[in-house]
């Protein structure tokens, strides 16, 4: 039965190193789990691979049960540092990097308040406040439990890098108080990135590009291309006018969702001659802003807007040609 167990828990571990393996995720730390276990009674208790103990040694430091143990007093206490172990590792390129951990200051009313925890990068020897984590039995409002999913943010250079985990404090009494750490790992940190949601007012106005997620501070340019027949008016954003530009260019910030608004061209329309002989030019008085313009030959540089009065009655904008004489030709723009 004894040996069935063991080999049930070595079939998980492998299931559960696969899985890490397909899931390969970018942490710079190996074995920061510590889910190996090596002999606790031992002179030089082992550490898993990658990580190192002081002076080649890992004094008080070793793995029981899962996670990593530190006994906070002793007769190597002989500075107010104590112990630690190391691992290097490769920052790549630098850049904002997350770590993330456990801890937990096990038996802390055996602990002499200022031992406890600290975590630092590249060197070991830094005061409380420059290291990356710190955590006296003093300072720890909730002793003796796990404190799990630690996370702190911290800006790397190129190239390698050293993280030590280890114990603070001055006593060499208080046996029995102890630290731990597990799951540590250090990833790079996401890049903040936003979602722009472009979409035409309808399908049949025009088309709309440049939606998609963007890194914040990032520029986005949205492009309205309105159909055959139609001509683009705004972009809105919960129906609150963006942009009066096809072409919209903005720095990135926040979500966005904006609407590219499309609207048919404008259509003329003559009614039949008057009696006196005029013609009337009709169109939409909904469209604001349209000019009248006229030509006489079509030929660049002759359109003029138009000096025919206007009038709107209702619905339609109207303009009187009166007594026409030879041709002419009309247009309505949108400047
Ligand atoms: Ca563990």
């Not at 190129?158 to 404090?169: A, D, E, M, R």
């Not at 259509?267 to 030509?295: H, R």
Request: proline share 6%; glycine share 8%; with cysteine.
């Amino acid at each position: 039965m004894n040996f069935h167990c063991q080999h049930m828990k070595t079939r998980l571990a492998l299931l559960l190193l696969t899985w890490g393996a397909i899931h390969a995720h970018a942490n710079l730390l190996t074995n920061g789990d510590f889910s190996q276990t090596y002999d606790p009674v031992g002179p030089a208790i082992s550490l898993p691979t990658n990580w190192s103990g002081m002076n080649g040694s890992t004094e008080n430091a070793g793995v029981f049960n899962g996670d990593l143990r530190f006994s906070t007093a002793g007769l190597h206490n002989a500075n107010t540092h104590k112990y630690y172990v190391f691992q290097s590792f490769d920052a790549g390129s630098g850049g904002t990097f997350t770590l993330t951990f456990d801890y937990y200051l096990e038996n802390a009313n055996a602990g002499t308040l200022i031992n406890g925890a600290k975590i630092a990068i590249d060197n070991w020897y830094v005061t409380a406040s420059q290291a990356l984590f710190s955590k006296t039995y003093m300072s720890e409002s909730s002793p003796s439990a796990w404190h799990l999913n630690q996370t702190v943010t911290l800006t790397l250079t190129p190239g390698v890098h050293v993280i030590y985990l280890g114990t603070i404090g001055a006593s060499q009494q208080n046996d029995q108080a102890l630290v731990h750490y597990d799951n540590v790992s250090l990833e790079p940190t996401p890049p903040l990135t936003f979602n722009v949601t472009a979409t035409p007012s309808s399908p049949i106005g025009g088309t709309v590009t440049g939606g998609g997620s963007y890194p914040s501070g990032s520029n986005a340019t949205l492009i309205a291309t309105a159909s055959p027949g139609y001509y683009f008016v705004n972009w809105t954003e919960a129906t609150v006018a963006a942009s009066a530009l096809a072409n919209y260019t903005f720095t990135v910030g926040s979500a966005r969702t904006l609407v590219a608004n499309f609207a048919e061209l404008p259509v003329m329309a003559f009614t039949p001659p008057a009696s006196d002989g005029s013609l009337v030019l009709n169109w939409p008085s909904s469209l604001a802003g349209w000019i009248l313009q006229e030509s006489a030959d079509l030929s660049p540089g002759s359109w003029v807007n138009s000096s025919l009065p206007i009038t709107t009655a209702g619905a339609q904008s109207s303009a009187v040609i009166a007594n026409p004489t030879g041709g002419k030709f009309f247009r309505l723009v949108k400047p």
